[in-house]
């Protein structure tokens, strides 16, 4: 009887220190803002070993911190980080970064790549020249890369990737959950699945925005591209109905992307797109992406070689445009003399991801054959870091020919190279690299279509060898501010205030975790239930004062700038003094403005020179000193002019203040007012005759100076 009387005891104090648990939990997790964790509700029961307690994310999520020793963990979601393209270097740039900054920081990274670990490293280091260390580095592997593969959905792209994203993400969220998620590939469809489930600070690095403006008025221009078929752009009713698809799609990314706590996007035209699109302009910052321009200005360059190499560096993509390449290149061949054709080829390199990227290099292999060219044409895929290199060493020319290139990491180092680039002109190549002012050296050249590419490397072929060293040397110094170390200093810059700070409100959060675990999953012992009651108790009450001091982190970042404060809210509003940066007009922010942007060109100073010789010569020229003199002089005439006034006015009002004082003595008034009438008569004429003189002294000057 005593022992049932125990154990019926003993189940109700279970049951209500598991409502009590589950209670604190659900209140701490309303502290958050809206993020959510999933709950179990099972009751102790008094033949259970280890109770469910809360559900396998937040189950996995402790066990994590329990096997790592309560490292903090960092997850970037790159599910193809084996790959060759810009976003990868930025990938392994951003992991070295962390390591340097914290080394206590456990990074795993999710990838769909079936390769392990030892050689993703080892492929870095050969592709990019960036080592990694392996002692606190993971990867976890996915198996629904499928889902987000572009094959997968004829139509409705876009949506169908974003949405199988989710998939892939919560494949992810259910093998692992990280305390700060970033993303480097663009799925941001996942941002809410991380931050409201698996209650993650998230930030993210935007290489391209999914949905731009500009596709917007490509289909409703209807104009044929790559992600705008033929037979929808001919039919108007098929083209509303695209736009009408495209603006909800950016109402739904616009709603996931401001889930991203830190956003940092890689050039000017990305910038002004996700602002467009996002609205949390507090939040994004521009970190233009690594580019080893180290490495690439120690390759040596020949002024004048044998044979005229035109080198493109891009990944096998359809938005990479590689026809155009092979387009402008006949064109180029159609150009030139017999002697120039037989010095002249073109060399393709780039990366494959998939067998679909392999198939497109065989399309364009066919297509050079088409226009008989292919003894002109190399393809190189998937080289090594040090084979890129030397194919660098042997061109003159690089090309690109991608419509709104984000950035271009390949254009940058082709500059750094000291090749003689021809980029397209849109995007961050115009924007960013390629800038061009008036009466300065050119660093590059800028080309929209096959005849335009195909007449600028006419023109670069038919250079002297001084004219192609100076825009070499030109190009290498404008490339300094895209290196590796430029882009680790801000990265880390923007994350010291963001996730330094939310680091360290993670610090708390765990210990929560951990506390809600331990007191879910250890049953009461039987045999000390006293103790045992006491030392439950204790943990809740520390969940408390975990909660207590959540408050305190968040108004913490608040103070840092994380969140934005009423203050910064209040300044963010007032954009009276602000200038825009595209049209220059005043009162609104760049990524507000809606016109067309202005380029304002200022004279050089020897075209200031040679307009004042110019004008000394016809007898025009005008000095400074003299037109400071010619101002005063006519404001002292002015001055002389409303004093003679007053003057005259005040002598009409004593004369008729004579005129009426009286009868008696109308003789002596008259007199006076004859008196006063020729004075103010002899004044006047005083000042007539000076203006004269001043008149007569001006026109002397002028025929001094004609003289």
Known sequence: MASSIVDERQRHHGLIFELHVNAAVLASTRLRQGELFLISHTPWRSD??????????????????????????????????????????????????????????????????????EDLLQNA????????????????????????????????TLLGQSLGSLVLGTEALLKLVPD????????????????????????????????????????????????????????????????????????????????????????????????????????????YPPCDVKEFLEIPVDCDPQYLRIIAVA??????????????????????????????????????????????????????????????????????????????????????????????????????????????????????????????????????????????????????????????????????????????????????????????????QRYCFDVVYFANTHPLDSKNFPKSFVLKYLLLLAEYCLIITRKLDLQRLINMSILPSSAQKKSALDVSSVRCQKCLEMGHWTYECKGKRKHVDRPTRTDQLKKTLKQIETGTYEDKNDITKKTKAIKEKKLRRNSSSSSDSSTEDSEESSSDSGSDDSDSSSTGSESTSTDSSSSSSDSTSSEAEDDRKEKNRKKVRKH
Not at 130 to 153: M, P
Not at 209 to 223: E, F, H, K, W, Y
Not at 246 to 264: D, E, H, V
Not at 342 to 370: M, P, T
């Open 180 to 287: 700060v998620f970033i993303d480097t590939m663009g799925y941001s469809f996942t941002f809410p699945l991380f931050h409201l489930l698996g209650g993650c600070t998230v930030a993210c690095y935007v290489h391209y925005p999914t949905i731009s403006t500009d596709m917007l008025g490509q289909v409703a221009n209807r104009t044929a591209a790559f992600n705008n078929n033929t037979f929808i752009s001919r039919n108007p009713i098929l083209s509303q109905a695209k736009i009408i698809y495209y603006k909800l799609f950016a109402y739904m990314y616009g709603i996931s992307g401001r889930y991203a706590q830190t956003i940092m996007v890689n050039s000017s035209w990305t910038e002004d797109h996700i602002n467009q699109i996002w609205n949390v302009p507090l939040r994004t910052h521009k970190v």
């Open 315 to 508: 990944q096998f993509r359809p938005e990479k445009d590689h026809p155009l390449m092979i387009r402008s290149f006949y064109k180029l061949m159609d150009i030139l003399t017999d002697e120039e054709k037989s010095r002249v080829k073109l060399v393709l390199v780039g990366s494959c991801r998939n067998e679909e990227d392999q198939r497109r290099v065989d399309d364009y292999k066919r297509l050079s054959k088409h226009f008989n060219i292919e003894n002109h044409t190399e393809f190189y895929v998937n080289v090594e870091f040090n084979e890129l290199k030397h194919l660098m060493e042997e061109s003159t020319i690089g090309l690109h020919t991608m419509w709104n290139e984000h950035f271009g990491i390949s254009i940058v180092e082709c500059m750094a190279s000291g090749l003689i680039m021809v980029a397209h002109k849109s995007g961050g190549p115009m924007m960013d690299i390629i800038i061009h002012s008036q009466g300065s050296q050119p660093i590059g050249f800028l080309g929209s279509d096959e005849m335009e590419y195909a007449d600028i490397m006419r023109q670069i072929i038919r250079m002297k060898p001084k004219q192609r060293e100076l825009i070499r040397e030109a190009a290498r110094e404008s490339v300094a501010r895209f290196s590796d170390e430029s882009f680790e200093k801000e990265f880390l810059r923007f994350n010291n205030h963001g996730l330094t700070a939310l680091f360290r409100a993670f610090a708390h």
């Open 125 to 156: 280091f050969h592709k990019f020249n960036i080592r990694i260390q392996n002692n606190n580095i993971e990867f976890v592997k996915l198996y629904k890369r499928s889902w987000v593969e572009a094959q997968r959905y004829p139509y409705f």
């Open 48 to 117: 259970q070993s280890n109770s469910p307690g809360p559900a396998i994310i937040l189950r996995n999520k402790t066990l994590l911190k329990n096997r790592l020793n309560g490292k903090t963990v960092v997850g970037i979601f790159h599910p193809y980080c084996n790959a060759g393209g810009g976003g990868e270097r930025v990938l392994w740039c951003a992991i070295r970064a962390i390591q340097s900054q914290y080394p206590d920081i456990h990074v795993v990274v999710y990838t769909g790549d079936s390769v392990p670990a």
